[in-house]
């Protein structure tokens, strides 16, 4: 058990260090003075540049100040944005809260939505309502998000007028950011009327999440129908069958977990794709998140934000996927056959 | 009067086009009490004998019979919910393989203690019934001779060795008191210590309970000893069933003489060093089936006739089917 975690741990920091380092290549990598790129202050004379080059070890070899510049990341000294002149590390706290809180909901729809309705398809295979629910997700699976996020604009905010165009939150409310994320944020203000706050964030947010969410739904219910139909046909369901156990008792206790074992890193691959969708869609309902955040640096050419960007989007990412494997380590009995050998 | 009865079990597999009759009006009954030993290759359709009896055969192949009946009761007619009683109370099985018949992801103990009645267990409350669900499953465990229950139950199947994964399955068949256990080749690559206690097992309690005992197995050495009355299969045909000692003494059917004078046990006047007969060639694949009598391009003893179908005959409750028999001389 501490062997698993601690491996995970190591897996994790060496993944870590690998994605530091490329982001540290960056600055070296993207036109322009290097100082500048990691700094993102612009010297304004020759004494001030040596101060500077001195602190971030730049006279020195690549692995010294590459040292220096994993300190400087943990200290939380991530530089200033070139374009609006703000600590990035705020920036990012910001922004990065809206993306995760965004692709919260959208993975809450996708399994509380998706992963039922892949049971249902997977233990009635091959019959009308899985033919149709199958044909229905390989439908909105194919759609391109930034079409679908247009389409759900023009239907519902332009022609029904029933959720709002953009934004996170009417700008009658005035809440600050305390976590970032909106709905706590509603709460923890005390000036404001909770209950019409939250409706009108949701509003906000229903668009925006069944945008992103729809595409994972999708790919939910597929990968949840194949493994159902996989598990129902070992033998051991035909096993139980025998043993004269009902289909109910047969699904709940033999199906669900076996089908739920392969889905889980099949899950992870989704949350990659998930954020990629969510900062498209960000951009297109102009909320403030991460992909907005990083699509606006690249229009203005902050090099410093783009690198820090870069870095915080694949930790998030990289983070997310180890802990769903973990997790699906940590419920596998039969995975840990591979570390012992069988008998 | 038979408790298991099945007269005349057709399995049609459509492939394609084509249609292949896996089994081929096989007739087989199990009495009360008795053991029966079903006995044929690899191929011959013992495991799809079993599966249709359980019916955990898919719903698109075809399934036809004269009489399929347990205790006189239609099982090809019943409600699903009928059918499912009858499993869970009257017949039990043993399936081939323990590794993939058990399933990977719940402990042992939960998959023995599921298949109890719940009838069977005692006591008021959920505490109370748990407990005594948990006594049922050790007291089973160890009539199976499962010493070490305390790590065994709280094992998963690929942490237990495959000779203790087939006695869990012996376990979970036998925890529901059933009527009929099938036995779907139960002593398969067991060590033969292992596989001896196995047999006196099934023996042990088809004396002591009367539990009737569907014996499916190629170990025509381990079947001898132990069953009362045998049916031979060929090819998805029955071949010859009848009492174990009067098919050993005389055989009718050249198949089953063939089969009995491939092991050398049963052989008394063996000169040593000989050869064993077998016969040519192998069992043919279900793509390929002679038409008639499935043994014939193999049958020393085939003529003309063998390309239709033998009907079974029957002297006394000696059933063969065979246009030849080795009791008439070949003309």
């Known amino acids: 058990m501490i062997q698993v975690l601690l491996r995970y741990v190591v897996l994790f920091t060496i993944t870590l260090v690998v994605l530091c380092a490329m982001s540290f290549s960056l600055a070296y990598l993207f036109p322009g003075d290097v100082l500048e790129n990691l700094t993102g202050i612009s010297p304004q004379n020759e004494f001030q540049r040596a101060a500077i080059a001195r602190q971030l070890g730049l006279e020195q070899n690549y692995f010294v100040q590459f040292y220096y510049y994993l300190e400087r990341l943990l200290a939380g000294d991530w530089g200033y944005s070139s374009a609006s002149g703000l600590p990035l590390l705020e920036e990012v706290s910001v922004a990065l809260p809206a993306t995760i809180e965004l692709s919260t909901y959208a993975m809450f729809m996708a399994i509380v939505v998706g992963i039922p309705l892949g049971y249902y398809a997977g233990v009635k295979c091959y019959s009308t309502t899985d033919y149709t629910l199958n044909s229905l997700s390989i439908t909105t699976y194919s759609f391109p998000v930034f079409w679908f996020a247009l389409v759900l604009i023009l239907v519902f905010s332009l022609q029904l007028d029933v959720a709002p165009i953009s934004g996170r939150l009417s700008l009658l409310f005035d809440v600050e950011s305390v976590t970032g994320f909106i709905m706590i944020d509603i709460l923890l203000a005390d000036n404001i009327d909770h209950g019409l706050a939250i409706r009108d964030a949701l509003s906000h947010l229903f668009l925006p999440t069944v945008a992103i969410g729809a595409i994972t739904t999708a790919a939910m219910v597929r990968i949840t129908r194949r493994s159902v139909i996989d598990v129902m046909q070992r033998p051991y369901i035909a096993a139980a069958r025998s043993r004269g156990l009902s289909s109910w008792q047969i699904f709940f206790r033999h199906v669900i977990r076996n089908a739920l074992l392969p889905i889980l890193p099949l899950m992870a691959i989704q949350i990659t794709t998930l954020i990629t969708n969510a900062m498209i869609v960000e951009t297109l309902f102009s909320w403030p998140g991460i992909g907005n955040w990083l699509l606006q640096a690249i229009y203005q050419q902050d090099y410093p934000a783009l690198r820090v960007g870069m870095l915080a989007v694949s930790a998030l990412v990289v983070t997310l996927t180890i802990i769903v494997d973990l997790f699906n380590r940590l419920i596998d009995p039969s995975r840990d056959r591979f570390e012992r050998g069988t008998i | 009067m038979a408790m298991l009865d099945i007269k005349n079990l057709t399995l049609e597999i459509s492939e394609g086009d084509t249609t292949i009759k896996a089994l081929d009006k096989v007739s087989l009954s199990v009495n009360s009490g008795e053991i029966r030993a079903l006995v044929g290759e690899s191929g011959s359709g013992k495991s799809l004998i079993v599966s249709a009896i359980c019916g955990a055969l898919p719903a698109k192949w075809k399934l036809t019979a004269d009489r399929m009946s347990w205790n006189g009761e239609n099982l090809l007619s019943m409600s699903t919910q009928q059918r499912r009683e009858v499993m869970r109370r009257d017949i039990a099985v043993v399936f081939q393989n323990p590794q993939t018949s058990l ?108 539990l009737s005992v569907l014996f499916v197995s190629h170990d025509l050495l381990a079947i001898a000893s132990m069953s009362h009355t045998m049916t031979v299969l060929y090819a998805g045909q029955t071949v010859e069933s009848g009492k174990m000692k009067h098919i050993k003494k005389r055989p009718l059917h050249p198949y089953t003489k063939a089969l009995l004078d491939s092991a050398p046990s049963f052989r008394k006047d063996l000169p040593p060093k000989s050869s064993l007969p077998t016969l040519k060639g192998s069992i043919p694949t279900l793509q390929h089936l002679p038409i008639g009598c499935r043994l014939g391009p193999r049958c020393p003893r085939a003529q003309r006739e063998c390309v239709v179908t033998p009907s079974s005959r029957r002297i006394h409750d000696h059933i063969y089917s065979c246009h030849y028999p080795l009791h008439r001389e070949v003309k």
């Open chain 2, 103 to 210: 399933d990977p992801s719940v402990t042992l103990g939960e998959q023995l203690e599921e298949s109890i009645p719940e009838e069977f267990v005692k006591g008021q409350w959920f505490w109370q019934r748990a407990k005594h669900r948990k006594k049922i499953a050790i007291s089973t465990m160890h009539k199976v001779g499962i010493k070490d229950h305390n790590t065994y139950l709280k094992s998963y199947p690929h942490q237990v060795p495959s000779d203790i994964g087939q006695k869990f399955m012996m376990a979970i068949a036998l925890v529901a008191q059933p009527k009929l256990l099938i036995a779907d080749d139960p002593t398969r690559g067991m060590e033969p210590t292992t596989k001896t206690q196995i047999l006196k097992l099934l023996t042990r309690l088809n004396q002591t309970r009367a």
